[in-house]
């Protein structure tokens, strides 16, 4: 499935599962808080597929493209609810990081040219 929402403009692939509404509108909110914080062009791609050997687990990965360096959270385990909380929890507090670098580089800038003179 493909861009799920035209105003988040998200992709998401679920595989081998029938319930998958609490899925997307888990996605939904989880692409939304993304964009919100980061910025509204990035790319947001989410694959939920089971394992190849051990079709009890399933593997979560998350793909945050358009930041100053690409976010790729890969995740597995039996819950598929659980285990998408993790990669939303890892992926946020990488992107995070990225902006938070971006801020206290240019405070250090800042700085160093106030009392250079």
Not at 51 to 70: A, N, T, W
Not at 82 to 102: C, D, P, Y
């Amino acid at each position: 499935m493909k861009f799920h929402q035209t105003e988040l403009m998200y992709e998401l692939q679920i595989k081998g599962l029938t319930e998958t509404d609490t899925l997307k509108q888990l996605a939904d909110h989880t692409v939304e808080e993304i964009k919100s914080t980061t910025n509204w062009d990035t790319e947001v791609q989410i694959n939920i597929e089971p394992e190849i050997k051990d079709k009890r687990l399933f593997k979560v990965s998350m793909s945050v493209f358009g930041l100053q360096e690409p976010v790729i959270v890969k995740k597995s385990g039996k819950n598929v609810l659980s285990v998408f909380r993790k990669v939303k929890k890892t992926a946020l507090r990488q992107i995070h990081k990225q902006n938070e670098k971006g801020i206290t580089i240019r405070k250090k800038q800042v700085f160093k040219e106030q009392y250079a003179s």
